[in-house]
């Protein structure tokens, strides 16, 4: 933690779940979850999936500075204690030839089920074992990979000109994603395959990543969570002390406003949730 963090500022949560920073990416909000990073503590961040771009990497080699700050910010929280898991996903899938491994302090796994302090259980996983075009048509991922590239592009040039005349960040992919029918259709058919696999598992909710759509939601008596990503969105999702998980959202860089204001966290009231007791069947 940095000497101008202002300490009473500083929110602790028990667990912080983070997915898609998509680190090697040109679009990747590294400096946002630095911020991020600095401004909330936790006993475990669990990472699912996404964090590197190996795809990105593959076709050209791009690791600016702050992409090392994330990873040394992360290692240095390993150092001091912090529990960390990293669950690949399928941009960083090279990670899944070593679960059980330990790089620095953070320990790889495939997927896990964690008991929140409530009593819940949440099978935690990426994601994308349940998108078939990820999983039988990988030429057509790779294509979809670059058209979200290319609207990824379009968000930077167009808010460079709203910062430009003092208007706030706006996603340009965000509002295109949500507006095509398809894509509607496949975070809604994927949301309910993921949640059956909760309940296969016999657990009480799903956390995951891989579809970069933040949202918190009850299917049918399982609890649906997803901690959104760090190129569009900058969402996360924070267990408290009490087993509550509440979705966090990071627009604005904390240097960009003065010191005696507090951490720009900007989720909408209807985000942050307390999740309601489900009944038992």
């Known amino acids: 933690m940095s000497q101008d963090t202002n300490e009473a500022a500083v929110r602790r949560f028990r667990t912080l779940f983070i997915s898609d920073v998509h680190l090697g990416s040109k679009s990747a909000k590294a400096d946002h979850l630095i911020d991020f990073l600095r401004y909330h503590e936790a006993e475990t961040i669990v990472l699912i999936g996404d964090i590197v771009d190996g795809w990105r990497l593959k076709r050209s080699w791009y690791w600016p500075q702050d992409a090392n700050d994330v990873v040394q910010k992360l290692l240095r929280k390993a150092r001091k204690g912090t529990r960390i898991i990293y669950i690949p996903g399928n941009h960083d899938e090279f990670l899944r030839d070593f679960p059980g491994i330990h790089f620095g302090g953070i320990e790889v796994k495939t997927n896990t089920i964690h008991q929140a302090a409530d009593g819940k259980r949440y099978l935690v996983l990426h994601g994308d074992e349940f998108d078939v075009v990820v999983r039988h048509a990988r030429f057509l991922a790779y294509l979809g990979d670059w058209a979200y590239d290319a609207a990824l592009g379009i968000n930077i040039v167009l808010n460079v000109l709203r910062r430009r005349i003092g208007m706030p960040y706006w996603s340009f992919s965000a509002w295109a994603k949500h507006r095509v029918k398809q894509a509607v259709n496949f975070i809604g058919e ?27 939601e009850d299917m049918d008596g399982i609890t649906y969570i997803n901690s959104g990503d760090w190129v569009e969105s900058c969402t996360a999702i924070g267990e408290t002390l009490d087993g509550e998980m509440t979705l966090l959202t990071w627009r604005v860089l904390r240097a960009e406003t003065t010191p005696t204001t507090t951490p720009p966290l900007l989720a909408p009231p209807v985000a942050q949730v307390k999740l309601r007791e489900v009944e038992a069947a």
């Open 190 to 216: 994927f949301q309910k395959v993921v949640a059956e696999e909760a309940r296969r598992h016999e657990v009480d909710g799903v956390i995951c990543g891989h579809i970069h759509h933040a949202a918190i």
